[in-house]
Nanobody
């Protein structure tokens, strides 16, 4: 069992930065890939980024490439999402999730989810 808690969301002006954290309970954090997803009002949940168990493999959605950076510190049981050059369209609730599968896949294959943290980017 893994419990995930996101933090670091807030209100920021366009062009600004935020760093989200995803703190995991349990001693098996390193056994899971971690994904970040987001959901804006009235829209489906969408993939943002994914990092493999060791951190050696990373994927990003095209919409955030070059602006967002995913990382993890397995010793601290924490994953991060550094978000730079934020745009109003980045406004959403951001979720981290843990995936026991080695092969990247859709949101439904993730095993555990956090409660989400709100990110609001004003224009």
């Amino acid at each position: 069992q893994v419990q995930l808690v996101e933090s670091g969301g807030g209100l920021v002006q366009a062009g600004g930065s935020l760093r989200l954290s995803c703190a995991a309970s349990g001693r098996t954090f390193g056994s899971y890939a971690v994904g970040w997803f987001r959901q804006a009002p009235g829209k489906d949940r969408e993939f943002v980024a994914r990092i493999s168990r060791s951190g050696g493999s990373i994927r990003y959605a095209d919409s955030v490439k070059g602006r967002f950076t995913i990382s993890r510190d397995n010793a601290k049981n924490t994953a991060y999402l550094q978000m730079n050059s934020l745009k109003p369209e980045d406004t959403a609730v951001y979720y981290c999730a843990a995936d026991s599968s080695v092969v990247p896949g859709p949101a439904r294959q993730y095993d555990y989810w956090g409660q989400g943290t709100q990110v609001t980017v004003s224009s």
